[in-house]
């Protein structure tokens, strides 16, 4: 069964300044990862995501993030962060074959954004 | 509309109690998932259905948990003989294929509080 896990429950950065948030995962096979972003009261917004081809993958609102499959990581990163990016932000892990209907989330690292 | 509807936004009920949650899904999405998410935790996989069928139910926690899609697109979530630890926030979501792995599209849930 694959597994998630975001090692920093809690980030602290500038605004202005970059950042980067970890994620790793456990699956046998070729992963299909994303990037999932929940504001207080709202929906999980999908930031971007992994299937195959170039190991970096640009999102929406600046965001990327790199597939390294020797590390079992996916790490999301932003040049400059922006006091709006405040947030909580969950990697997520898909299987293929039976259950590829299942994604398999991280617990979440939450973001804030000091001024 | 144009995202995933879920109602009610809240429900406070007294344990012992039934309840059910209903997704509406984005216009044209076959798939639709139903997931868990307790306070500082991740989305936690339930349920989900390809057109009325439901494919997986692996994540049901036990039988008092159901979920049905008869026409195979609005859906309900029942909860029989509600317990204290039944409350989190129920999350819906949806995509538009089957057959393999692909972003979901969630809404903004219903947050379920048992007394």
């Known amino acids: 069964a694959q597994s998630v896990t975001q090692p920093d429950i809690h980030i602290t950065v500038s605004e202005g300044a970059s950042l980067e948030l970890r994620c790793n995962y456990s699956?046998?096979?070729?992963?299909?990862l994303f990037w999932y972003v929940q504001s207080p009261g709202q929906g999980l917004q999908l930031l971007l995501k992994y299937f195959s081809g170039d190991t970096l993958v640009q999102g929406i609102k600046g965001f990327e993030a790199e597939f390294k499959r020797s590390q079992s990581s996916f790490n999301l990163r932003k040049p400059s962060v922006h006091w709006s990016d405040a947030a909580e932000y969950f990697c997520a892990v898909g299987a293929g074959g039976t259950s590829y209907g299942k994604l398999t989330f991280g617990q979440g690292t939450i973001l804030t954004v000091h001024p | 509309g144009a995202g995933v509807s879920q109602s009610p936004r809240y429900k406070v009920t007294k344990r012992g109690q039934d309840v059910a949650l209903r997704c509406d899904p984005i216009s044209g999405h076959v798939s639709l998932y139903w997931y868990r998410q307790a306070l500082g935790q991740g989305p936690e996989f339930l349920t989900y259905f390809n057109y009325e069928a439901q494919q997986d139910k692996s994540g049901l926690p036990n039988d008092r948990f159901s979920a049905e899609r008869p026409e195979g697109s609005i859906s309900t979530l029942t909860i029989q003989r509600t317990e204290q630890r039944d409350s989190a926030m129920y999350r819906c979501?949806?995509?538009?294929?089957?057959?393999?792995?692909?972003?979901?599209?969630f809404g903004d849930g219903t947050r379920l509080s048992i007394l």
């Open positions: 699956y046998g096979a070729t992963p299909y």
């Open positions: 979501a949806s995509s538009p294929l089957v057959g393999r792995v692909e972003p979901q599209h």
